[in-house]
């Protein structure tokens, strides 16, 4: 059974620090681009940031340029998304996503989803 799951999320205070896994099982996550999508209250599903599986370079989203960092365990079959300097603005619900043709891509794109983790920054 194909099947992500995110962990990590949580309560934290402006300017701290999350960090977020996704985790497949039932398939080789290495071969896959891998996303992390995020959708506020009220507000659209938007790509964060993303991960090639053909030479690893990654995409970032404007907003979190400098702040964010996605990374690769292979031996795990997870994909991390490291948050550092939160702001209130990165409240949202966090989802992984994988099985596109782009990297970066719309939500259409993408075949499988996690459950999402809530992610709320707030003092």
């Known amino acids: 059974q194909v099947q992500l799951v995110e962990s990590g999320g949580g309560l934290v205070q402006p300017g701290g620090s999350l960090r977020l896994s996704c985790t497949a099982s039932g398939f080789t996550l290495r071969y896959y681009a891998v996303g992390w999508f995020r959708q506020a209250p009220g507000k659209e599903r938007e790509g964060v940031s993303c991960i090639r599986s053909s030479d690893g370079s990654t995409y970032y989203t404007d907003s979190v340029k400098g702040r964010f960092t996605i990374s690769r365990d292979n031996a795990k079959n997870t994909v991390y998304l490291q948050m550092n300097s939160l702001k209130p603005e990165d409240t949202a619900v966090y989802y992984c996503?994988?099985?596109?043709?782009?990297?970066?891509?719309?939500?259409?794109?993408?075949?499988?989803w996690g459950q999402g983790t809530q992610v709320t920054v707030s003092s």
């Open positions: 996503a994988t099985d596109s043709p782009h990297c970066p891509g719309e939500s259409i794109d993408f075949g499988s």
